[in-house]
């Protein structure tokens, strides 16, 4: 016979491109077929525990539940939920971890997501956002909402507010595909984060506003072109181009083989291209992967489309499931 103690969860949240080139710490997008999964179960008692972690780079996540994004996500949403008992998770690593393609947030919006869904959908959708962040916090020592609010949502979410939450999701276009560079080197967030400048020209800050904003446009209108033209980001990138050889190579490899946007993935090292087209997305990521090659660097390449779904998961009702 089911017994609610019994109900188990099973989240999949998807990896994200965050910051677009000019929307640093405001928006990003979510990626189709790289994800991260967690499955949740009441544990029989108030603690919450980490039964496993697997997939890539399982071996240097942390495993305390207080350090691992995923239990730090499931624990606020325990407590936004107003729930005493503790959950059991385990969580599979679907991709590189230290990438640029939101890893951290992936885990976080899937721990998140697994004890919404254990509780039959019990929080709000800020509360799920609230609870993502706490987990980002821990991971990257920056509650940013750029990557967490697209693998929960889908689509492109530009968060206008984070305090209070203030965000607007819009469609990706079907016709855009991204062709990413994911070269095998960590860069701390963390780290990219405090080489950023603490004050910028104004002259920067104009030209940024004005991709930030023809850029939303562009996806909302399926303008690749404009989309293309817009993704530039003249203050964030510069600064972080020590930390990521081989970059401007990349870029002009890129557009030259018919890239119509390309910029750095979230704080790197992954690289994405905007393309209009399967084929070009795939010459894209052979000619920035041969810049890559002859460098002496190890790196993967995808061709991946948006995903408008965000993160999905369903509840188990029964012991045997
Ligand atoms: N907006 C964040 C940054 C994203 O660029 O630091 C990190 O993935």
């Known amino acids: 016979m089911y017994k609610p103690a019994d109900a188990r969860s099973h989240v999949r949240a998807p990896a994200t491109i965050a910051n677009l080139g000019p929307g640093f710490d405001c928006m990003g997008l979510a990626l189709n077929g790289l994800a991260d999964e967690v499955q949740a179960r009441w544990s029989g008692s108030q603690e919450t525990v ?47 971890s230290g990438s640029g393609l939101g890893s951290s947030s992936a885990s976080s919006v899937a721990g998140a997501m697994a004890v919404h869904r254990l509780l039959g959908d019990a929080l709000s959708e800020e509360d799920l956002l609230r609870a993502s962040l706490c987990g980002e916090r821990v991971a990257s020592g920056s509650a940013h909402p750029d990557n967490v609010a697209p693998a929960l949502f ?31 080197r960590q860069v701390r967030t963390e780290e990219a984060r405090r080489i950023l400048p603490e004050t910028v020209p104004l002259t920067s800050v104009i030209e940024n506003c004005r991709n ?66 399967p084929e ?11 810049i890559f090659r002859l460098r002496g660097d190890q790196f993967d390449t995808h061709v991946l ?4 779904h965000g993160a999905l998961g369903f509840r188990y009702d029964r012991e045997d499931n």
């Open 154 to 184: 889908g689509g492109l979410v530009l968060v206008r507010s984070t305090d209070p939450l203030d965000w607007i999701r819009v469609d990706v276009p079907e016709s855009a595909y991204f062709a990413i560079i994911l070269p095998h």
């Open 212 to 277: 930030a904003a023809s850029l939303v446009l562009a996806v909302a209108r399926g303008d690749l072109q404009l989309w293309g033209r817009s993704t530039r980001d003249c203050i964030i990138e510069p600064a972080r181009a020590p930390l990521l050889p081989g970059l401007e190579e990349a870029r002009q490899a890129a557009l030259q083989a018919g890239a119509l946007g390309f910029s750095v993935s979230g704080s790197g090292p992954a690289l994405f291209a905007l393309c209009d087209d």
């Open 305 to 308: 489309r948006a995903d408008n």
């Open 280 to 290: 070009v997305a795939l010459r894209v990521s052979k000619s920035i992967g041969e």
């Open 50 to 96: 980490l039964e496993s972690i697997d997939g890539v780079d399982a071996e240097v996540l942390p495993r305390d539940v207080k350090r691992n994004c995923a239990s730090v996500a499931a624990i606020e949403a325990l407590r936004l939920a107003g729930e005493e008992r503790g959950v059991a998770l385990r969580l599979r690593k679907g991709f590189r």
